[in-house]
């Protein structure tokens, strides 16, 4: 990712209250098995893949890269935050030319609405900002994921623009360099 070019990874686990971030490991395939192919995780970023679609196409550590969290809790995968680098032919940024870092987090169902998200999400925002200090971060999401828009209020980014992508209308927001 060209925005988090010289960043050290992985970076020390990080704990936050009551989950763990860390670097992907082997053992995390099926769980990411599970959280790609769940239809209720993936409803508004464009759908489930069949579990045996994906099967053959994950490696067997999945999101070895720069920006790939996997999201712990009770010792066990409950789910992701990742950081991207936006493609700059999509509409919604910051920067003439794009190439802004953008936040992305799925969890499992059974992990929702306990605030985990929001717990995650700040825990990795933090390690971004002390990781690349200069770097905007976007993000977006469709605007029927009211769950989503709500975490994304209380993380603090603020709403920059509506645009239609993949057939819905999407909230595309922003948080400043530091």
Not at 34 to 61: M, T
Request: proline share 6%; glycine share 10%.
């Amino acid at each position: 990712m060209a925005n988090l070019d010289g960043v050290t990874w992985p970076p020390a686990p990080i704990s936050t209250e009551r989950l763990i971030l860390r670097a992907a490991e082997g053992g995390d395939r099926e769980s990411m098995l599970d959280l790609f192919s769940d239809e209720r995780v993936n409803q508004f970023v464009g759908g489930a893949e069949p579990r045996e679609h994906l099967d053959q196409l994950l490696p067997a550590i999945p999101g070895q890269r720069a920006g790939f969290f996997v999201v712990e809790l009770d010792r066990r995968v409950c789910g992701i935050v990742t950081f991207d680098s936006r493609d700059v032919a999509r509409p919604g940024h910051v920067r003439d030319g794009g190439g802004e870092v953008e936040l992305g987090y799925m969890l499992l169902p059974d992990a929702w609405g306990y605030g985990y998200a929001t717990e995650a999400c700040a825990a990795a925002m933090a390690w971004f900002r002390a990781a690349a200090p200069d770097e905007p971060l976007v993000v977006s999401t469709q605007l029927a994921n009211e769950p989503s828009l709500r975490v994304l209020r209380k993380l603090g980014f603020t709403e920059l623009e509506r645009h239609e992508e993949y057939g819905e209308a999407q909230w595309f927001g922003a948080l400043s360099a530091s």
